[in-house]
């Protein structure tokens, strides 16, 4: 079985100010790993994924993730926020059985 | 591309009736579709794996007489709520793989159903 831990339900910032969402994984096996966006009352969108090869993984609108095998964890960074990535975002893992387990959620708030 | 869609975006219906809500994958071929339930201010929660020309995979807990699941093709899966009720009021979301990308799913924008 595997299950994700999203360390934060709400984290507020300020625009241009860097953000990180954190996500932890526990899974006896090998894990594919994603982070999401979804916008209000909208499906998800896909920002990044860690399938293998190199753990820093670049993603679009300037989020960036980093896996890191020994601590379980895959946390989302961006460097400088706008108001337009004030959103819900999931961290998600899956296996060979393609089926996707998410986190809580995180709620970002972007303030001016 | 990989552009999934959904019909309709919202919909209210009253106690007791179903309710068919369609996931078209737009410009691929999925064979395998996948159905989440998301509560207000919660994470996604998957009901069940679409698979076409077979039955649907369902997880635990989910009632396969209440969410009947049609994968008739590989651009099109339906939900059906039968006899819906208030507690079934819920956003439902819709995800397929391309072909080749199986680790990858894509999803639909979500359809608001309320049941009065």
């Known amino acids: 079985a595997q299950s994700v831990t999203q360390l934060d339900s709400q984290v507020p910032v300020f625009e241009e100010a860097p953000v990180e969402l954190r996500c932890n994984y526990s899974?006896?096996?090998?894990?594919?790993l994603f982070w999401y966006v979804q916008y209000p009352n909208q499906g998800l969108q896909l920002l990044l994924k860690?399938?293998?090869?190199?753990?820093l993984v670049k993603g679009i609108n300037g989020f960036e993730a980093e896996f890191n095998k020994s601590q379980t964890s895959f946390h989302l960074r961006k460097p400088s926020v706008h108001i337009s990535d004030t959103a819900e975002y999931f961290c998600a893992v899956s296996r060979n059985d393609y089926k996707l387990s998410f986190g809580a959620g995180t709620t970002v708030t972007v303030r001016a | 591309g990989a552009v999934v869609s959904q019909h309709p975006s919202w919909v209210i219906c009253k106690s007791g009736t179903s309710v068919k809500i369609e996931c078209r994958s737009l410009?691929?071929?999925?064979?395998?579709m996948f159905w989440y339930r998301q509560f207000p201010k919660q994470s996604l929660m998957l009901m069940a794996t679409s698979n076409e020309g077979s039955k649907a995979t369902y997880e635990q807990g989910v009632e396969k007489d209440k969410f009947l699941i049609n994968h008739a093709s590989l651009t099109l899966s339906t939900l059906t709520v039968t006899s819906a009720h208030p507690e079934d009021s819920s956003f439902y979301i819709c995800?397929?793989?391309?072909?080749?990308?199986?680790?990858?799913?894509?999803f639909g924008p979500g359809t608001r159903l309320t049941v009065l």
């Open positions: 995800s397929a793989s391309p072909p080749l990308r199986w680790n990858e799913q894509f």
């Open positions: 410009d691929f071929q999925a064979t395998t």
């Open positions: 899974s006896s096996v090998s894990v594919y």
């Open positions: 860690y399938l293998s090869g190199s753990t």
